[in-house]
């Protein structure tokens, strides 16, 4: 069971994770991935109290973005394709797994192709 009290610590943990300047791009991917998957085991009956994981985190999630971005336009042309193409996968998933609703992930997607 999830214990909501604690939450918003882990959201901020992960969110700082995710947006340190100096952390390699595939670190930030591998990093990236986790919380996808900690977002998808958020839908399952047993992940009681997940909602707030889940809020906590869609409210960080834009910045979380726009740090992307600024990664993706410091990479060379091969490299940040790939980055883009790992991405664009984690967002297509959470859309296609319903974990947020289509219009919220083109938001995210904006954010990580322009950093608006």
């Known amino acids: 069971q999830i214990n909501a009290e604690y939450m918003g610590d882990v959201v901020d943990v992960l969110a700082q994770s995710l947006t ?34 889940r809020q906590s985190l869609q409210a ?6 726009d740090s992307f971005h600024v990664i993706y336009k410091q990479q060379d042309q091969s490299v940040g394709k790939r980055l883009a193409d790992q991405v664009s996968r984690v967002l297509t998933a959470w859309t296609t ?13 904006k954010h990580f192709l322009s950093g608006a």
Do not use: W
């Not at 919380?35 to 047993?46: K, Q």
């Not at 960080?60 to 973005?65: A, H």
């Open 60 to 65: 960080r999630l834009p910045d979380i973005m």
């Open 97 to 109: 797994r319903s974990i947020f609703p289509a219009e919220y992930v083109d938001g995210l997607r």
């Open 20 to 53: 340190l300047a100096e952390t390699p791009p595939q670190t930030k991917v591998a990093r990236l991935y986790l919380v996808s998957d900690i977002l998808h085991n958020c839908g399952t009956p047993l992940a009681k109290g997940a909602s707030v994981f």
